[in-house]
T-cell receptor
Framework: IAGITQAPTSQILAAGRRMTLRCTQD?????MYWYRQDLGLGLRLIHY???????GKGEVPDGYSVSRANTDDFPLTLASAVPSQTSVYFC??????????????FGEGSRLTVL | GQNIDQPTEMTATEGAIVQINCTYQ??????LFWYQQHAGEAPTFLSY??LDGLEEKGRFSSFLSRSKGYSYLLLKELQMKDSASYLC??????????WGAGTKLIIKP
């Protein structure tokens, strides 16, 4: 089934630990994004990539890093997790070249709890 | 700063009509999106408006007034499965999406 796959779906980890959230898409979309969603707040962009080999910072990039070695994969790394990074993380993709709307397709989310 | 405002929560009755409003103040405008998000699930695309007016898609319609910085999502013939959060998002001049906090819609029998 075409779409975006995120892993893990849920994770509890201790503060100070390193964690990588994985994201893979099979739609050949050129743009990919990482958002966090917290209760009472809108989706906030962490990092994005408009094409393989390039990345950019979003609204809340501190404490996170990304890489885009190829079109399909866009992992998000927390170098040293802190409790304020407890959130639901969504990976998304869009085809900003041929798509008129720039519609985002989202993964199912990764629920992360940092203790 | 950039801002998207929408009501936090609304309640409506099955079979009725509900209108969810969204007002925005952004640096430039390249379109407005509505997404639906069921609890514990990912957002899914509902509609896109870039020109003023009404876009109808089945039971859902979306309206845009760029001069007023205003949009609404209209849901007709409400069904229990429409219980969800509805997210308004505006694409600014840098083609970045600015998201509202979402409106939780509760449908009662």
């Amino acid at each position: 089934i075409a779409g975006i796959t995120q892993a893990p779906t849920s994770q509890i980890l201790a503060a100070g630990r390193r964690m990588t959230l994985r994201c893979t898409q099979d739609m050949r979309h050129n743009a990919m994004y990482w958002y966090r969603q917290d209760l009472g707040l809108g989706l906030r962009l962490i990092h994005y990539s408009n094409t393989a080999g390039t990345t950019g910072k979003g609204e809340v990039p501190d404490g996170y890093s990304v890489s885009r070695a190829n079109t399909d994969d866009f992992p998000l790394t927390l170098a040293s997790a802190v409790p304020s990074q407890t959130s639901v993380y969504f990976c998304a993709s869009s085809d900003i070249v041929t798509g008129d709307t720039g519609e985002l397709f989202f993964g199912e989310g990764s629920r992360l709890t940092v203790l | 700063g950039q801002n998207i405002d929408q009501p936090t929560e609304m309640t409506a009755t099955e079979g009725a009509i509900v209108q969810i409003n969204c007002t925005y103040q952004t640096s430039g405008f390249n379109g407005l999106f509505w997404y639906q998000q069921h609890a514990g699930e990912a957002p899914t695309f509902l509609s896109y408006n870039v020109l003023d007016g009404l876009e109808e898609k089945g039971r859902f319609s979306s309206f845009l007034s760029r001069s007023k910085g205003y949009s609404y999502l209209l849901l007709k013939e409400l069904q229990m499965k429409d219980s969800a959060s509805y997210l308004c998002a505006v694409m600014d001049s840098n083609y970045q999406l600015i998201w509202g906090a979402g409106t939780k819609l509760i449908i009662k029998p």
